[in-house]
């Protein structure tokens, strides 16, 4: 057998073809083969394959629980993870909502010092005195309505000819 692996194949004469023909070398390679020893299976081949085959039914049950094991490790974190995200976004939620109810309050009293502002107490102003005169504007005869509501829509509120006389000629009103 070793003669046969470990020889070199006999020379080609010069100028012939390269290449054997395939009929001629696949003859060589099933010749060589032939001559190769045949393998037997030992005595106990049938009793170790038996013993495997019942070996992988135990592993493969072995297997299937740890995987059932593996699959339900993971649903417990994915669930848990998912709880967890949900209470960190409840808890943002609630901080924003938080904020926004003081930025609220804080406009709304913004707002309301505003119409305060914006809405005077009395309608008479006081404009100053020369000795014996004293220059009062009643602001109530200008335009009657005095909120802000009852001018929306009027681009410009005129007097009316009575408003507009000269203090000298209206009498007193205060």
Known sequence: MSAT?????PRRPEGSDPAPESGDLDRQIREALGRLPRER???????QVLERAAGAGANGVRRLRSLAAAAVFFAVGAVGAHEWNAAQS????AVRMASLRAEYA?????LQSLQRAADPPSPVVYLGGEGDVEYVLDLSRLIPERSPAARV????????????????IRPASY
């Open 5 to 9: 692996l470990h020889s070199f194949p």
């Open 106 to 110: 804080v406009l709304q009293a913004e």
């Open 90 to 93: 409840r808890e943002a939620a």
């Open 41 to 47: 299976a030992g005595e106990d081949f049938t009793v």
């Open 153 to 168: 829509g009027r681009a410009s509120a005129r007097p009316s000819a009575a408003a507009m006389r000269p203090a000298a």
